[in-house]
């Protein structure tokens, strides 16, 4: 059964950066989109950004200009660069990934948190 393996998250102070990973295991074939979501503490998850297999990427309108997803087809892998980080992207981020063939996976979540 395929799975995805989070990591990245951690502390930082506003304005700085963060990378999050995420790797699909070799089991998950035919993925179409690869993408990251969010929730805060009383709030429902959101959309951060997604890429297609075509790198079609979307973002959510607060992280326009400052994070950037990025995707390695040969590793499985998707990455969010988040740059000029804010006290409001305090998050868990869990990568998604969606595969023609079996669906969608959810990671574990990692937490992100923006304070001084």
């Known amino acids: 059964q395929g799975h995805l393996v989070e990591s990245g998250g951690g502390l930082v102070q506003p304005g700085g950066s963060l990378r999050l990973s995420c790797a699909a295991s070799?089991?998950?074939?035919?993925?179409?989109?690869m993408g990251w979501y969010r929730q805060a503490p009383g709030k429902q998850r959101e959309l951060v950004a997604y890429?297609?297999?075509?790198?079609?990427?979307n973002y959510a309108d607060s992280v326009k200009g400052r994070f950037t997803i990025s995707r390695e087809n040969a590793k499985n892998t998707v990455y969010l660069q988040m740059n000029s980080l804010r006290l409001e992207d305090t998050a868990v981020y869990y990568c998604?990934?969606?595969?023609?063939?079996?669906?969608?996976?959810w990671g574990r979540g990692t937490q992100v948190t923006v304070s001084s």
């Open positions: 998604n990934v969606v595969s023609t063939r079996t669906g969608s996976y």
């Open positions: 070799g089991s998950i074939f035919g993925i179409v989109i």
């Open positions: 890429i297609t297999n075509g790198d079609n990427t």
